[in-house]
């Protein structure tokens, strides 16, 4: 016990591992919280608006994410060496982000009709403008974090988060008399928009000023917009593609199936997501550290491989070993249609940890293109999976499709990973044998 608490305090002196260890410990928190929050709307709303809060809630957030998504990676690439440009970086992703994801809302809102009974809630004056004020609200909600990430002060937001969960929680049992139709989407939406002062009080009046002293001494050029446009044109394709996995794929399958049929799915579908996010997590470390100190990539590399191996291996085997008594709690009909679904994107866990440790190899080097080609790749085999496999399989066609694809671009890409993780060994046997440089 002692050597683990030593071998942890030496991790936690390391940026690559605080930071990476902090948004573990937020998607724990996130899943716990969120697993919460969800059993008590099944518990205190009824079958139909618990499905339909989970289609809104998954529809705001695939438009609020539209941008927000794709800024990540930039995020994650250049506010570590942004220098006094930081905020002027921050307050754009926040319009862009804010702007894209608004435009897409409208537009779905004024061709609603087209898109099921499951949507007809935001019909109207007020639910509309309502949701397009959450969708911007959510826009700016999901940056913060990548903010905090890209400044190397990520141990923020795990506290964030847990506030948020908290009082989400509260509201959600508050309005379940008064708002039986919509409480859940409300619930959701005003807690985050409160949460947005203190923590951007935080990002500009504090974690900013403090980044910009701290790197003034570091003689580096700041990214130029011109530079920071490449990398999205050729991130931001890919990104999209991983977009359409993450929240298009349940927002398809709302228009599909019935409001409680669909809830029992987002339940499973979104633990599954939660475990993925773990591996994302380290990679957003990993390209901060990388962009911080390219020197240090192969090793970074490896040591993020190693520890999220370490942490996700243990958690996949419970999950699959507990499915159906993890989604029992919610009750017999979601363990009865969730628990296949749930073990599939579980399993497809284990070579998305692969895939995200080169995509995050790749980020540091601003390799867009190689990037793109990755992240549509994985999408495109994802997506038609999902759609030939679904007249057979039903809404479990989206586990079968997320593991065979995962498991096809691992293989796919596990030779070039292996360049990067020993790039470090590759140059030192070049420099001895004379080689003007890597290769």
């Not at 496999?389 to 593991?403: D, E």
Request: aromatic content about 10%; hydrophobic content about 55%; proline content about 4%.
């Amino acid at each position: 016990m002692s050597s683990l608490w030593r071998r942890l305090l030496r991790d936690l002196r390391n940026p690559l591992f605080r930071n990476g260890y902090a948004l573990m410990a937020n998607t724990g928190i996130t899943a716990v919280l969120g697993a919460g929050y969800w059993l008590l709307a099944a518990h205190y709303f009824s079958e139909e608006e618990f499905g339909r809060g989970q289609a809104v809630i998954t529809l705001m957030r695939l438009f609020a994410s539209l941008t927000a998504l794709g800024l990540v990676g930039a995020f994650a690439r250049f506010l570590p060496v942004a220098g006094r440009r930081t905020p002027e970086l921050i307050l754009r992703g926040y319009g862009i982000a804010a702007a894209t994801g608004g435009a897409a809302a409208v537009g779905f809102l004024l061709t609603l009709p087209l898109w099921g009974e499951t949507y007809s809630v935001l019909a109207g004056f007020g639910p509309g403008l309502f949701f397009l004020a959450a969708v911007v609200v959510w826009a700016v909600f999901t940056l913060q974090d990548v903010v905090l990430t890209g400044l190397r002060n990520a141990t923020w937001v795990p506290f964030n988060n847990l506030v948020f969960g908290l009082v989400k929680m509260g509201l959600l049992v508050t309005l379940a008399g008064a708002l039986p139709d919509g409480g859940i989407f409300v619930s959701w939406i005003v807690p985050t928009a409160i949460a947005l002062i203190p923590i951007n009080w935080l990002i500009f009046g504090v974690v900013v000023p403090r980044h910009v002293r701290q790197t003034a001494g570091v003689h580096r050029e700041a990214p130029r917009l011109r530079e920071v446009g490449r990398f999205l044109a050729g991130d931001f394709p890919g990104t999209l593609s991983v977009l359409a996995i993450v929240y298009l794929v349940p927002v398809v399958v709302a228009t599909q199936v019935g409001e409680a049929v669909f809830g029992r799915f987002s339940m499973a579908h979104t633990l599954g997501c939660m475990i993925e996010l773990l591996a994302m997590n380290m990679a957003v470390s990993l390209t901060v550290e990388g962009s911080f100190d390219r020197s240090r990539l192969a090793a970074n590399c490896r040591n993020a491989l190693r520890r999220a191996l370490t942490i996700i291996v243990p958690i996949i085997v419970v999950a699959v070993v507990a499915a159906p008594l993890i989604l029992q709690v919610f009750g017999a009909k979601f363990a009865d249609e969730g628990t296949l679904l749930l073990r599939l994107m579980a399993l497809a866990v284990l070579p998305r940890v692969l895939i995200e440790v080169y995509l995050s190899g790749l980020r540091a080097q601003s390799e867009a293109r190689k990037l793109a080609a990755v992240q549509i790749g994985l999408a495109g085999l994802v997506l038609a999976s999902i759609l030939a496999l679904f007249p057979f399989a039903g809404v479990n066609a989206v586990g079968y499709g997320m593991l065979l694809s995962q498991t096809v671009v691992a293989l796919l890409i596990f030779g070039k990973l292996r360049k990067i993780l020993k790039y470090d060994e590759i140059r030192h046997a070049s420099v001895a044998h004379g080689s003007p440089g890597a290769p």
